[in-house]
């Protein structure tokens, strides 16, 4: 973060000092984890479900801290955050908050990313949104941008009202780019993100069904959505999905340049010519109009090159030629765990970690990509789908996990492995697809799942692991790798 004083963080946000007289320096990073804090940084003192930060405070600042910023006074140097009066009180929400001390912090942190974010003129901000895709698009983005200056990009999928003022805090006056990844749990969410750090540029990747139960329709995701678009500059660029027609009609939405990707001939940044190789990572041919690229992709997965297109047109709108950009998607790598992470055991058998999240549109991908590298061999290899969960779908749950189950049978996958009870419906689904005896197998949780697959995973397998992250399926993942090493 750029250098204040305690006085000037107390002014910027509306706050009062407590236990200081303003003088000590903010040189460091801002953290609400006391073992991650740095020599004159800032203390957010947050209150959790099972600890509170406020008692953490004195702590924080013996371990290098210049101050505190909480929302209520600390035996330490504060600044004390004043009470929500925003129109966004509502996003603030915090397991463990009751007294709103922890929504007052974090309102208090979005207006400093703001004031920092506004101080630094030559800072380039990109957005990006979308129901599936948006923290492996921004590890591309972050990636292609990175040989032109400094990019700073959230960890993982630290995309909420508290990761997106941290992260915009990391930016210095040497911070070239800031590439952010907006989430969203309702309208109005994503225009509040994009108040804290104002996007020059915006991409919406797709309008699918994930947070649907809070949306309430596909159109009312593509609402909240497209408030990104409708936050950009009239000198900013959007950068639309030409093969989602919900996103490509969001052109409509935004008063900066549109630039269209895809594999639509509309698109003004185009994929022709994708072939997928032993593992299912994509080459193609980029098209654009400064000229043609030839893209090998390191990453794993047909959706990977809607994903390099994105990166892809904001590297050329910011002065790239097409063979930079074929060059550094070439070089790209996965930056997120858990994530299409595939992994060969010496026995042949292949695991594919993608179990930190799920919603319908990303299932179906890894679907894809596991019913590709299966059959890159000759004759095909045997394939397991073992699918958690998918959270966050309302009163379409049911029918959503059912359409999975029967696209595992429509995709002729080897085996399905169903955990939870939750998923219960995808096992139903491959039944009624036409899936009979044991290829499909329900499961109550994953210490069963990995007692089925130690027990029956042979050489030469290849194993897909992919829920929503509360149901922390990974673990399936370590444990066939462990396995594999014994």
């Given at each position: ?15 009062r000092l ?75 929400v ?18 400093l ?57 990391r ?124 893209v090998k ?43 299409m ?19 319908p ?29 998918m ?19 429509r995709l ?18 491959a ?34 692991v ?21």
């Open positions: 973060m750029i250098a204040l004083t305690l006085a000037e963080i107390a002014e910027i946000v509306g706050g407590h236990a200081t007289d303003g003088s000590p320096v903010v040189t460091g990073t801002i953290e609400f984890d006391t073992r991650k804090v740095t020599e004159g940084g800032l203390f957010l003192a947050l209150p959790g479900e099972r600890v509170d930060g406020h008692d953490f405070a004195a702590q924080a600042v013996a371990s290098g801290a210049a101050g505190v910023l909480a929302g209520r006074e600390v035996d330490a140097p504060a600044v004390i955050a004043p009470p929500v009066e925003t129109k966004h009180a509502n996003a603030y915090l397991a463990g908050d009751r007294g709103g001390e922890g929504a007052a912090v974090l309102a208090a942190l979005a207006k990313a703001r004031h920092v974010t506004d101080r630094l003129k030559d800072l380039t901000i990109v957005g990006i949104t979308g129901s599936a895709g948006k923290t492996s698009t921004k590890d591309l983005i972050a990636q292609v941008l990175a040989p032109a200056g400094e990019t700073i990009a959230p960890p993982g999928s630290f995309n909420n009202e508290l990761g997106h003022p941290w992260t915009a805090l930016a210095t006056e040497d911070t070239k780019f800031l590439v952010l990844e907006l989430s969203a749990r309702g309208v109005g969410h994503i225009a509040h993100l994009c108040e804290i750090a104002p996007p020059r540029f915006g991409a919406v990747l797709n309008v699918g069904t994930a947070h649907l139960s809070e949306f309430g329709s596909r159109e009312g995701i593509a609402q909240g959505k497209g408030e990104l678009v409708e936050s950009l500059p009239e000198d900013g660029v959007a950068i639309l999905n030409a093969d989602d027609p919900l996103v490509a009609g969001m052109a409509s939405r935004t008063k900066a340049k549109v630039v269209l990707v895809g594999e639509n001939p509309n698109a003004d940044v185009r994929a022709e010519n994708i072939e997928l190789d032993e593992q299912a990572r994509a080459s193609f041919t980029l098209k654009t109009a400064q000229g043609d690229a030839h992709l390191a990453l794993n997965g047909t959706h990977q090159v809607g994903n390099a297109l994105v990166a892809a047109a904001i590297a050329l709108e910011l002065g790239a030629t097409p063979a930079e950009v074929a060059q550094r998607l070439g070089a790209a790598e996965r930056v997120s765990a858990h994530r992470v595939i992994t060969d055991r010496a026995d042949g058998v292949t695991v594919i970690d993608d179990a930190y999240n799920a919603n549109d990303s299932v179906r991908a890894a679907l894809k990509a596991l019913a590709s590298i299966s059959r890159a061999t000759t004759p095909a290899r045997r394939s397991w789908a073992v699918l958690g969960p959270a966050e779908l309302g009163d379409d749950a049911v029918r959503e996990h059912d359409e999975i189950g029967r696209l595992v049978v002729d996958i080897s085996k399905l492995v169903v955990v939870g009870e939750a998923a219960r419906a995808m096992h139903q689904g039944h009624l697809e036409g899936s009979w005896g044991d290829e499909s197998v329900r499961v109550p949780d994953a210490d069963a799942a990995i007692e089925l697959l130690q027990g029956e995973v042979r050489p030469g397998d290849v194993v897909l992919k829920a929503s992250n509360a149901y922390r399926l990974w673990r399936i993942a370590e444990a066939l790798l462990e396995a594999g090493t014994k």
